[in-house]
């Protein structure tokens, strides 16, 4: 639509004003009956969740944990696994979740008639979030992916690999930049955050230590001194 230079009348402007109120408050309300009618369609959800009715999702296949915000407008798709999102998590704008696949191996048939068997059951792995995750804005995240505790995910990324807990990824296909903070750091958030029982292992741990950022950043006066 394109809007004139010329200045309208104040008639004009305020019956446009009142209409665009009209509408845009019969959108919320449908919004929010939509919301009523359908958040008990998902398989699990805890406390304080929120979900935009407008975005797409098969619902009985998702299970969402509490505090968790899934952003305006997701597409969250899995129809024969699951898609598992913990606590404290928030997605950006229009964040893709694709549990499942198409088999692309079968001579003589379009893809699209291909139907799977019993046997296919590694085209149809689910996706599992952990807690206190950032999923960035039109983030894509592709089936068999497990986003580990405390991760950040970039916006626009296309995850099709597990990304470990605490790390920071980004890019097509999404690689491990760095961790949000050295190990150290990791443990006393962890031992803040988590009771004893739901913390990293040594053996979790261990594996944070070959990836980037895992020890501290020298001091400007020790980068000196080497």
Known sequence: ????????????????????????TATRARRALR??????????YGDNFAFDPDGVYTYETIEVGRNVDLGHRPIL???????????NVMFGPEVTIRGGNHRIDRVGVPMV???????DGDLDRG????????????AVILHGVTIGRGAVIGAGA?????VPAYAIAAGNPARVIRLRWPVETIISHEQLVYPPERRLTPTDLAALRDLPGAEPRPTSTEAALH
């Open 35 to 44: 919301g009523v009618a359908n958040v008990g369609r998902f398989a699990a």
């Open 77 to 87: 798709m899995a129809l024969r696994s699951r898609i598992r999102i913990g606590d």
């Open 1 to 24: 639509m394109r809007v004139s230079s010329r200045r309208p009348r104040r008639a004009i402007v305020g019956l446009a004003r009142l209409l665009d109120l009209i509408g845009a």
């Open 158 to 162: 296309v995850v099709t690999r597990s």
């Open 113 to 119: 008639a291909v139907e799977k068997g019993s046997a």
């Open 127 to 138: 996706v599992t979030i952990g807690d206190d995750v950032w999923v960035g804005t039109r």
